[in-house]
């Protein structure tokens, strides 16, 4: 059965590798393994000094990485009171998560060196430098109580603006598959800007809005449908300012949207094939580098590095390649075979 597994696994590889437009293949360079029992890095960020990752994490804290003897260590905690009796390498997910958090998208304002994190739960929150201060500036005890789940988010580096999704409005993100399985269509795109406080939403009715990213010179921002599988943009200025279209359409669910240092994108792709043979879904984890211009200019399978668990992120900063997911206990330095 395995071998079947495995022959199946390969044949489908291959037909996507055949038919996807510069296709490759990830060598695994480095892992930054988390510590015991963490997992799930989903997202990844640098500050402006260039060090990090700084990851998010399934115990509600957010860890940076020192080197290689010290490994990560906690940043900050999403939980202003956290319980660590609770919420310290705690079992279940479904409970804990929502009193300790759960940190998603990352990104830092490189010219206060605050973090800006979307927690599923706590809703977008400001993390101060060193991780001193941690403060919720947009969640269930804020003025907008509608957050249910907060999920991708970037950061303008000219501006400080901060564009996060809030995923829906409906379910939390414990209840993922349920949300998945649903055919919902409330989540929105919002826009944060520091120096005013001034919250404003720039895109709703989303079918799950999972990542974001603002092009290079800020005129746009592309968003993550999820369960659309696609990405749209937002037009921030000229003549289009605050008109949406369709970015691209993609053969598999968008994640997380990060600009690389030439102003393209990576983004994080899973496609999840229904296997007849064995009635469950097998997901081919992948990275997609498009261009401002909608040009797919490279395909990245991620295979050999998770299996068939999904990618949640796929960064290049200082000319590497990061990756990190949901299920992982590491973030990985890659490099594509060819
Ligand atoms: C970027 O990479 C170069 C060459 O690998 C290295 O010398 C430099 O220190 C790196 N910069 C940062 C900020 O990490
Ligand atoms: C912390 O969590 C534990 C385990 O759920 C619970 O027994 C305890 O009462 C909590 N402590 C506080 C101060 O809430
Ligand atoms: C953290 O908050 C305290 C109290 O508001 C303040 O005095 C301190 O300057 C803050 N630190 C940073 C790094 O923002």
Not at 1 to 22: D, E, F, G, R, Y
Not at 207 to 221: E, L, N, Q, Y
Request: proline share 6%.
């Amino acid at each position: 059965m395995l071998n079947m597994a495995m022959v199946l696994i390969t044949t489908t590889l291959m037909i996507l590798l055949l038919c996807s437009p510069t296709p490759s293949v990830a060598i695994l360079i480095k892992r930054f393994e988390l510590p015991e029992p963490v997992t799930g890095p989903e997202s990844l960020a640098f500050d402006r000094n260039g060090e990090g990752p700084y990851v998010s994490s399934s115990d509600g804290r957010i860890y940076k990485y020192v080197d290689s003897t010290e490994g990560f260590v906690e940043y900050a905690s999403m939980s202003p009171f956290r319980n660590t009796t609770l919420c310290d390498g705690f079992a279940d997910f479904s409970v804990g998560q929502a009193i300790c958090g759960r940190p998603l998208g990352l990104g830092f304002n490189h010219h206060t060196g605050d973090l800006y994190v979307a927690d599923a739960y706590f809703g977008l929150v400001k993390v101060s430098p060193g991780g001193e201060n941690v403060t919720r500036l947009f969640g269930p005890d804020n003025t907008y109580p509608s957050t249910m789940f907060t999920d991708g988010l970037d950061v303008d580096p000219d501006t400080g603006i901060v564009y996060f999704t809030e995923a829906s409005t409906n379910y939390q993100f414990k209840d993922f598959q349920t949300l998945i399985d649903s055919d919902d269509k409330s989540g929105s795109l919002l826009k944060y800007d520091p120096r005013t406080g001034e919250m404003t939403v720039l895109l709703s009715n989303l079918a799950v809005p999972s990542g974001v990213a603002v092009s290079r010179d800020g005129s746009f921002v592309l968003v993550g449908e999820y369960l659309a599988n696609r990405i749209q943009r937002v037009w921030l200025k000229g003549p289009r300012a605050y008109s949406s279209e369709l970015f691209m359409p993609l053969a598999g669910r968008p994640n997380n949207i990060k600009r690389d240092s030439t102003g393209q994108f990576w983004i994080s792709v899973n496609n999840f094939l229904r296997s007849p043979i064995f009635q469950r879904r097998i997901n081919f984890p992948r990275g997609v580098r498009v261009s401002e211009n909608r040009m797919i200019l490279q395909s990245v399978f991620l295979i050999a590095e998770y299996g068939t668990e999904a990618a949640s992120e796929i960064q290049e900063y200082n000319g590497t390649l990061y990756s990190g997911s949901l299920q992982a206990s590491y973030a990985t330095i890659f490099r594509p075979f060819f």
